[in-house]
């Protein structure tokens, strides 16, 4: 069973080939506000029909200009995992404050306990550590539940850089070290082991934690599903999700959160860039006005290969001997800064491409602006909206003050 769109009754999107995109200064992170209310409109759907809590994974989106729009939609706190996270998230996404990080500082600690609603633990070492810290406050009034992550030991992710549970993780309790004798004063499980999955993937996966885990989950008044629950991707199994979710929560009497970070940002935006040069050196090369290493990493860390509007890949090898190129102009893709692997890669653009020109990198939003760098002090892309009346809004413009606060 398939949800289609019309089901859902989605709001219409934005045509990008409708778009100004010279009347929008370059380089720009651009959030377009009609695909955001997409996204949403899907998870507060799986969110209602599921009976699972759906927050947001700051890790993954943290925009906060746009917060005001997702608490439109029934998003109800975010997950940080920092101390720096945790005040975004009670002073701009103004909900609960779940916080989980692989370890806490004597210096830190403190001030998240006191920020934080849902407080996670990697190991029963920081718990045993910080358990004093915890059970003062509650005397005191403070009310906040705590929980401890757990590691399956299966995973379904393909690239190790993105594995939580792969050979020798420091990331949640095994089976092996779990402490039963320590749950007093625990109320919840954490498990996190998906990058970008199906529905399918999960449940397979909560058969390995029921198997595991499930003796502790009668002690239980919550789990947390941690995130990469990609169900805003076309052709996500929303059904199945909703059933596992339901179905999870009814056999065990427990609380269900889901706190995805790339699916509220999926696809909803781009990042705006512009020719400064076109050099030659047995291929054309064009450089923007945008760093690979500073302002899209995961090109280099994942990797992958994004998509540019209006441009297609290079010939392969089976097209040079069939000699059917695609026709074209191919270009070596690269950023300004002095890294010789600052390249996205090659392209082929329907027209020669000129200083001046605009190039468009396509789902720019998620894990792009939470992990950008002012490396080689290269200026740093805007942030702005795309509004759903068609007009571009700034909202964050980077100079040279900025580059010098990260400095000593």
């Known amino acids: 069973m398939t949800v289609h769109p019309a089901d859902l009754n989605l709001p219409p999107v934005t045509d990008p080939a409708r778009v100004d995109w010279a009347s929008i200064p370059s380089p720009a992170f651009v959030l377009d506000e009609t ?103 509650r005397a005191a009034g403070k009310e906040v539940l705590i929980g401890i992550r757990v590691n399956p030991e299966y995973a379904e992710v393909e690239t190790d850089l993105y594995n939580p ?10 089976r092996r070290e779990f402490r039963e004798d320590l749950l007093d004063g625990v109320d919840g499980l954490h498990f996190h082991t998906l990058c970008e999955k199906d529905s399918d993937t999960l449940e397979r996966t909560l058969e390995v934690v029921e198997r595991n885990f499930g003796e502790f989950l009668p002690r239980m008044n919550w789990v947390n599903f941690g995130g990469g629950h990609l169900m805003t991707r076309e052709g996500y199994d929303l059904p199945r999700l909703i059933r596992v979710v339901r179905e999870f929560r009814e056999k065990h009497g427990v609380h269900v959160i889901l706190e995805p970070g790339s699916a509220f940002g999926w696809q909803t935006g781009w990042l705006v860039s512009s020719v400064l040069d076109v050099v030659h050196n047995v291929k054309d090369a064009a450089l923007l006005d945008v760093s690979v290493s500073a302002h899209m990493p995961d090109v280099l860390e994942m990797p992958y290969r994004p998509r540019i509007l209006g441009a297609g890949d290079p010939p392969t090898d089976e097209h040079r001997e069939a000699q059917d190129a695609p026709a074209g102009h191919p270009y070596l893709i690269g950023g300004t800064t002095c890294l010789a692997g600052d390249v996205v890669g090659e392209y082929v653009f329907a027209e020669p491409l000129k200083i001046g020109d605009r190039v468009i990198f396509d789902d720019m939003i998620h894990y792009t602006m939470v992990k950008t760098t002012f490396f080689n002090g290269v200026k740093h892309p805007d942030i702005g909206i795309l509004k759903a009346d068609g007009a571009y809004q700034r909202v964050k413009t980077f100079g040279y003050e900025e580059f010098k606060a990260k400095l000593s």
Do not use: C
């Open 35 to 137: 695909r955001l209310r997409r996204n949403l409109t899907l998870i507060d759907y799986v969110q209602k029909q599921s009976g699972a809590q759906i927050i947001v994974a700051f890790k993954g989106f943290s925009m906060w200009s746009a917060f005001p729009i997702l608490r439109e939609y029934g998003v109800s706190g975010a997950t940080a995992s920092s101390l720096n996270e945790a005040i975004l998230a009670k002073e701009e996404m103004q909900g609960e404050v779940h916080v989980y990080a692989p370890a806490y500082s004597d210096e830190d600690f403190p001030k998240i306990l006191e920020l934080a609603d849902h407080l996670v633990f990697n190991s029963f070492s920081q718990w045993e550590r910080f358990r004093p810290q915890v059970q003062a406050a």
């Open 165 to 174: 549970a792969g050979p020798f993780s420091r990331l949640g309790v095994t």
